[in-house]
């Protein structure tokens, strides 16, 4: 049963935005602390940032300042909204709890080239 969808993703040049967007299936989201992870090829995949399910947030400092998490807990969907984006950001986008107890989605792969 999938549970994760996440979408948005695409080619962009640097210093551009994009904003991603995972939808869950399941039914105790509002409860969860939700995450987006990114893997880029060759490394392992990280946390890039993190909102619990009162609003907190918390990011990587990667990426503090310009990457920017959300959700909404009456559609079940949290987003990651991303500008300045940088070639090092170059990587399949997840999201998933945090931590990471639900199956994994495919992702949406986001790159960020000139």
């Known amino acids: 049963q999938v549970q994760l969808v996440e979408s948005g993703g695409g080619l962009v040049q640097p210093g551009g ?5 995972c939808a869950d299936s399941g ?7 939700m995450g987006w992870y990114r893997q880029a090829p060759g490394k392992q995949r990280e946390l890039v940032a993190g909102i619990t ?3 907190s947030t ?4 990667s990426v503090k300042g310009r990457f920017t998490i959300s959700r909404d807990n009456a559609k079940n ?7 300045s984006l940088r ?17 994994w989605g495919q992702g949406t792969q986001v790159t960020v080239s000139s």
Do not use: H, W
């Open 17 to 21: 935005s994009l904003r991603l967007s």
């Open 53 to 55: 399910s009162g609003g």
């Open 58 to 61: 918390n990011y990587a400092d």
């Open 27 to 33: 039914t105790i989201f509002r409860f969860s602390a």
């Open 77 to 83: 969907t949290v987003d990651l909204q991303m500008n």
């Open 87 to 103: 070639p090092e950001d170059t990587a399949v986008y997840y999201c998933n709890t945090r931590p990471p107890v639900k199956a």
